[in-house]
T-cell receptor, first 112, second 113 residues
Framework: GENVEQHPSTLSVQEGDSAVIKCTYS??????FPWYKQELGKRPQLIID?????GEKKDQRIAVTLNKTAKHFSLHITETQPEDSAVYFC???????????FGKGTHLIIQP | DTGVSQDPRHKITKRGQNVTFRCDPI?????LYWYRQTLGQGPEFLTY????????KSRLLSDRFSAERPKGSFSTLEIQRTEQGDSAMYLC???????????FGEGSRLTVL
């Protein structure tokens, strides 16, 4: 089955700086890669996703890049703000399957 | 509230007891998922329904776990003969499209003593 590795497990950045979280996946048939944000004690919520026919997608301060050859994808957050503090999970799913495989999460801390 | 709702939010039980969780998805969503999340980990896929049909089950779902979605609306997840290792947050999610956004509920936290 699919295996998703996520790094780093904790990331601390100064407010206003950029943050990058990286994930690798094992199944070359995976074709959908969402990112979820989970604030403390709350439910995970989708922030951005990318499909395998696209190399990059951007939504305001958030962007995701995908390298199918290397089987890795990354989340980029620019101009970080205190409300960006949360745990971020990457996920992947292969064609024909329905259950997402999530990474272990990155705890992003925005330092004032 | 038109989001995904789960009940109960918290359940404390003794080892060996049976527990049942209920999930009410967003009404127009025909796809329903159960995930399990432990502290410091990402959600782990357990099972998936499209309408009332259970289409996929993870290897994580031992024979002590059973899930149903009898009328294609709400779903239940039952754990029989609970073990301490079953302690986790059980998350339900629903979606409209095969590769679409998952809308998660607040979760049902299980503690097995």
């Amino acid at each position: 089955g699919e295996n998703v590795e996520q790094h780093p497990s904790t990331l601390s950045v100064q407010e206003g700086d950029s943050a990058v979280i990286k994930c690798t996946y094992s199944d070359s048939a995976s074709n959908y890669f969402p990112w979820y944000k989970q604030e403390l004690g709350k439910r995970p919520q989708l922030i951005i996703d990318i499909r395998s026919n696209v190399g990059e997608k951007k939504d305001q301060r958030i962007a995701v890049t995908l390298n199918k050859t290397a089987k890795h994808f990354s989340l980029h957050i620019t101009e970080t703000q205190p409300e960006d503090s949360a745990v971020y999970f990457c996920a992947a799913i292969r064609g024909g399957a329905d259950g997402l495989t999530f990474g272990k999460g990155t705890h992003l801390i925005i330092q004032p | 509230d038109t989001g995904v709702s789960q009940d109960p939010r918290h359940k404390i039980t003794k080892r060996g007891q049976n527990v049942t969780f209920r999930c009410d998805p967003i009404s127009e969503h025909n796809r329903l998922y159960w995930y399990r999340q432990t502290l410091g980990q990402g959600p782990e896929f357990l099972t998936y329904f499209q309408n009332e049909a259970q289409l996929e089950k993870s290897r994580l779902l031992s024979d002590r776990f059973s899930a149903e979605r009898p009328k294609g609306s709400f779903s239940t997840l039952e754990i029989q003969r609970t073990e301490q290792g079953d302690s986790a947050m059980y998350l339900c999610a629903s979606s409209l499209a095969p590769r679409g956004e998952l809308f998660f509920g607040e979760g049902s936290r299980l503690t097995v003593l």
